[in-house]
């Protein structure tokens, strides 16, 4: 693990998700899986889905994240998110449900479908899945 701490802010809409120091930060941008270090040279991101994992001395808290922007600065990173979830906010029951309209949108496209709109709402269910399910949810 790095011998260096550096903030870290996760904003959504809807609130601040989290803010603390970390260790490393993991997350999966629209160009692969991107490890954050302090020092990490300056860099913006888009944001694909997946899981973000904040690691802190040993200590790993994982989380939904959704499309949106990270901004690293060397010594503190700024994740801005469409939406980010904690395993415990997770509902599978509504994300298995989200993933049954996605694949069936994708199979029998009806008329006109927005194909990577689709795509996307599929990538975030399983998301939201995996997670939900791994913390027992």
Not at 29 to 34: F, L, M, P, R, S
Not at 40 to 45: D, K, N, S, V
Not at 120 to 136: M, N, T
Request: aromatic share 4%; net charge negative; charged share 30%.
């Amino acid at each position: 693990m790095a011998d260096k701490l550096f903030q870290v802010q996760v904003i959504c809409p809807e609130r601040v998700f989290f803010t603390g120091e970390a260790d490393m930060l993991e997350l999966k941008t629209t160009e692969g899986d991107i490890g954050i270090l302090a020092g990490h040279i300056p860099l913006t991101a888009v944001i694909a889905p997946g899981v973000m994992r904040i690691m802190n001395g040993g200590e790993v808290k994982e989380a939904a994240l959704h499309e949106g922007f990270v901004e690293i600065l060397g010594d503190r990173v700024i994740v801005l998110a469409e939406a980010c979830e904690w395993p415990e906010e997770i509902d599978v029951n509504r994300a298995n449900e989200a993933k049954i309209r996605a694949e069936r949108r994708l199979k029998g496209a009806e008329g006109e479908i927005d194909e990577v709109r689709a795509e996307l709402a599929l990538r975030k269910s399983l998301v939201r899945i995996d997670l939900g399910q791994k913390y027992g949810k």
